[in-house]
């Protein structure tokens, strides 16, 4: 987790993932950040991955300058990020493309990105409380959306059904089971040497 300063504006939660092949920046980054979304490119290239189990088709493509390091030192490549329109708890999410361009090596064990720039190697250092924060409230969004989806298939399921299946059956109460048990017993004698036996029979009340 990163915080470079995107079209002169700093986002605290960026992350960045070398196993993916795209660059992302969310809708509500792009409108907080004041950005005219009609200039959006269009984009029809769905991507997967970023909440488990869902995909998505950005609404467009912005191409934003992209700064890491400090006034005296610093590097900034324009970045071409696709415009997810769905909620996580990240900013916008660095890809292998963005890597390759500020030619930067993450080693993720010390949570540390390092790239070259005009006056000396830069050390970007990542936050673990941050990044621990953003990954449970994305499991947390996750687990959201799945139920969220569940509903809905639960709910088509339950308009196709016929009319007669759509009535849920009436509990029996715990009283009335009591009252009508499912088997009877029966006391039986077998022999007038041996003594009376109680014995368990399946037959109903209605039979007995």
Do not use: W
Request: aromatic share 8%; charged share 15%.
């Amino acid at each position: 987790m990163v915080s470079p300063v995107v079209s002169q504006i700093c986002l605290a939660n960026v992350l960045v993932d070398g196993g993916s092949t795209l660059d992302i920046i969310f809708a509500n980054t792009l409108e907080s950040m004041g950005y005219n979304m009609t200039s959006l490119v269009p984009s029809d290239q769905a991507f997967y991955g970023i909440i488990p189990g869902a995909g998505s088709t950005p609404i467009g493509q912005a191409t934003l300058p992209v700064t890491f390091g400090t006034r005296d030192n610093y590097c900034t490549k324009y970045v071409n990020f696709e415009v997810a329109e769905f909620e996580t708890s990240y900013h916008a999410i660095l890809g292998r493309t963005s890597l390759a361009k500020f030619m930067a090596i993450p080693n993720r064990m010390y949570l540390l990105l390092k790239m070259p720039a005009p006056k000396g190697v830069l050390s970007i250092y990542g936050d673990l409380q941050t990044s621990y924060a953003c990954e449970a409230k994305n499991i947390e969004l996750s687990d959201t959306l799945e139920r969220s989806r569940n509903s809905v298939l639960v709910a088509q399921v339950a308009k196709n059904l016929p009319t007669d299946q759509q009535q849920i059956p009436a509990k029996e109460s715990t009283f009335e089971s009591q009252l009508a048990p499912a088997v009877a017993t029966k006391t039986i004698v077998l022999r007038d040497d041996e003594p009376h036996k109680t014995a368990v029979i399946g037959a109903s009340l209605d039979s007995a």
